[in-house]
């Protein structure tokens, strides 16, 4: 089945916002769940932008072109709506947000295609650049490496075979780390989506809208929903509710991200109450209840390690 997972795709469905300006970074950091300030140039960082509740507006892989340009990789639908709340906040800052998507060509590598590339496999969030062009590496699916590769519009595209985009949207869901989009707008704190346990939070920066809310539930001991992988027999929706058979009066859970798997059925990352999880008996829908089954995670979570 790993072996699938090997080759090239471009990604689409993925935008670009640039920060560009002495104080992009700065901007960024007061912004987003992660450091941006002492971000090196060798590092990329997964995070969100949250609203003052705490919940996720958007998810970005960002990372530094240099010391004065940031690009920020996230979910197409949501960039317009991201993009006028960021700037919002600019002010005085001596930054400029652009959408950046029409400069610049994404790819996904995996497998081998990857490995040729880079030379050998690098935990995720390492960031390589091979002149204008960056490649980040990315969780792996089912032991098999990822990355994001960006390039100028119109440079060469990366050597390899291609996959096809639905493995690659197999293997996202298979890495266990949720990209949000825009059904899912402000639904999730990001714990919900195990962000701080995939490099998507730092607990030791300075403030950003939601910090408190984050804070709190990671320290006070009130996460009450974890995101876990699940399988279920035929397609389910982004933002369908999932229920316990036990109770089909209230949801216990969200349909986050979602692929077709190749043996058959869909692969879904679900953010569910840790005891309902825990209870098993998950359904799709309450009605015409779709069944979800469970899956281990590919990572452990921060709190068992």
Known sequence: MTTLLHGITPLTHLGVIRAQGEEAAKFLHGQLTQDFSLLGLHEARLCAFLSAKGRMQA???GFKRSSTEVL???SRDLLPATLKRLSMFVLRAKAKLTDATDEFALYGLAGDALVS???SAQPAWVKADLDDKTLVHL???LGQPRGLWIAPKGSPVPPGPALDAA????GEVRSGVATLSAPLVEAFVPQ???YESVGGV????GCYPGQEVVARSQFRGTIKRRAYIAHAPEEVAVGAEVFAATDLEQPCGTVVQVARAPEGGWDAIVSLHIAAAEHGGLQVGAATGVP???DALPYALAEDL
């Not at 493995?167 to 197999?170: D, E, H, S, T, V």
């Not at 730092?202 to 920066?205: G, P, R, T």
């Open 202 to 205: 730092n607990f030791k920066k």
């Open 192 to 194: 919900m989506l195990n």
């Open 72 to 74: 920020l990789v996230c």
């Open 167 to 170: 493995l690659w949207a197999w």
């Open 292 to 294: 979800l089954v469970l």
């Open 59 to 61: 998810s970005f892989i």
């Open 117 to 119: 590339i880079a030379g």
């Open 139 to 141: 969780y792996p699916a």
